[in-house]
T-cell receptor
Framework: GAVVSQHPSWVICKSGTSVKIECRSLDFQATTMFWYRQFPKQSLMLMATSNEGSKATYEQGVEKDKFLINHASLTLSTLTVTSAHPEDSSFYIC?????????????FGPGTRLTVL | RKEVEQDPGPFNVPEGATVAFNCTYSNSASQSFFWYRQDCRKEPKLLMSVYSSGNEDGRFTAQLNRASQYISLLIRDSKLSDSATYLCVVRTNAGKSTFGDGTTLTVKP
């Protein structure tokens, strides 16, 4: 099946630094990727929709200047958490579809666990 | 009110038990429906899609009632390996998925 990878799988950083997370579709092209965040014992919350070649669409309450998304190619989207703070510590997961959205399986990356000290 | 609501759980059942999870959604524009399974500290993995006619995959049966905006998952003859969090997911035709908070199942020997 389709594979989505993420890098890094985990990262620990100091407060105030920026962290970049990469999401790649390995065997298919994805014009759209989705970024989710999951806090402990909570479900996945959609942060933004990443569109290749155009600006990302952010969900209400998600700061676009803090969570920078760049979808520069059909196989790569990056999420940069700028000036990270401890409250940004979370599990960040990306996903992509290999075909039509509604009826195809949504493939998830393995996630990136961010810990901000 | 949340867009997707699930049984809060947790469910603790013995091996061999039958367990049912319920889910309701509020967005009538939702086009497709899924159950995902998430193991601790891992990404969600698709368990099964849910169709109006109902569908079965081995020990798992999913049902969708569009009129009531209700989705269910039935697990028969539960195994220890079924222990996980089960996520109800609804998706619009634009690909935007909304997840329920999940229901945690623990199957005990």
């Amino acid at each position: 099946g389709a594979v989505v990878s993420q890098h890094p799988s985990w990262v620990i950083c100091k407060s105030g630094t920026s962290v970049k997370i990469e999401c790649r579709s390995l065997d298919f092209q994805a014009t759209t990727m989705f970024w989710y965040r999951q806090f402990p014992k909570q479900s996945l919350m959609l942060m933004a929709t990443s569109n290749e070649g155009s600006k990302a669409t952010y969900e209400q309450g998600v700061e676009k200047d803090k969570f920078l998304i760049n979808h520069a190619s059909l196989t790569l989207s990056t999420l940069t958490v700028t000036s990270a703070h401890p409250e940004d510590s979370s599990f960040y997961i990306c996903s992509a579809f290999p075909g039509l959205f509604s009826y195809n399986e949504q493939f998830f990356g393995p996630g990136t666990r961010l810990t901000v000290l | 009110r949340k867009e997707v609501e699930q049984d809060p759980g947790p469910f603790n059942v013995p091996e061999g038990a039958t367990v049912a999870f319920n889910c309701t959604y509020s967005n009538s524009a939702s086009q497709s429906f899924f159950w995902y399974r998430q193991d601790c500290r891992k990404e969600p993995k698709l368990l099964m899609s849910v169709y109006s006619s109902g569908n079965e995959d081995g020990r798992f049966t999913a049902q969708l009632n569009r009129a009531s905006q209700y989705i269910s998952l039935l697990i028969r003859d539960s195994k220890l390996s079924d222990s996980a969090t089960y996520l109800c997911v609804v998706r619009t035709n634009a690909g935007k998925s909304t997840f329920g908070d999940g229901t945690t199942l623990t199957v005990k020997p």
